[in-house]
């Protein structure tokens, strides 16, 4: 989580000091910016943690920044900012993907728990997306037949019933599994069944 860190976009500059503030007094690593335009110019795939917004704005509003975040696929979670008049807003935002929203006053440590929860949140999805990366990037070294008798190994087939199948003698079926292993970086089946279900498996939200 160390690289993890709260973009503050509010217009205030009083209200941006005193979140950073609130945020650094729990340890949380924080970086403001005076407009959604400037923090739209910075964002990227990339970023990791959470993204504290103001609803309302002069120029691009909190609404319109989180859009435009979602159309060039910056997932960093969103919490909203609003007054009570914008609460509407919020819930429909909610609806399109944000994390959650705070309405004013808020509560100085049920706000910062949000934001702990939604940095915990993504940072869970990065893992998860480096493990299904480092995966794909193993099962490229496979080659085609590798990959025919790892299916077989999968579904549970004996090394000479996968040898009848294939046409292969059993020592043939042996390497083979030998050489899955290793690429794969697993000592059994089991073990590769299980780094396999990543595949299938999506963070909790």
């Known amino acids: 989580m160390s690289s993890a860190k709260t973009h503050i976009v509010d217009d205030d500059p009083a209200v941006r000091d005193a979140l950073q503030w609130l945020l650094q007094s729990r340890g949380v690593q924080s970086q403001t910016w005076e407009s959604a335009v400037d923090f739209l110019g910075f964002a990227s795939r990339d970023l990791c943690g959470c993204l504290l917004l103001d609803v309302r704005m002069p120029g691009m509003s909190g609404i319109e920044l ?8 910056c997932r960093l979670p969103v919490i909203f900012l609003t007054g009570h008049g914008d609460v509407p807003m919020a819930v429909q935002a909610l609806k399109d993907g944000a994390f959650d929203f705070i309405e004013k006053p808020y509560d100085d440590n049920a706000l910062v728990d949000k934001v702990l929860a939604a940095i915990a949140q993504d940072t869970k999805r990065n893992a998860h ?13 496979l080659t085609l037949r ?24 059993m020592r043939t079926v042996e390497v083979h599994r030998s050489r899955i ?25």
């Open 129 to 141: 997306e480096k493990s299904v990366l480092l995966l794909e990037r193993k099962l490229a070294l």
């Open 181 to 205: 292993f290793e690429k794969m970086k697993v000592r059994s089946a089991v073990e590769l069944s299980q780094i396999l279900s990543l595949l299938g498996d999506k963070p909790d939200s």
């Open 66 to 73: 989180f859009d435009r975040l979602r159309a060039q696929h």
């Open 146 to 169: 590798e990959q025919e008798v790892m299916q077989r190994i999968l579904a549970g087939k004996l090394n000479k019933v996968i040898a009848d199948e294939l046409g292969i003698a």
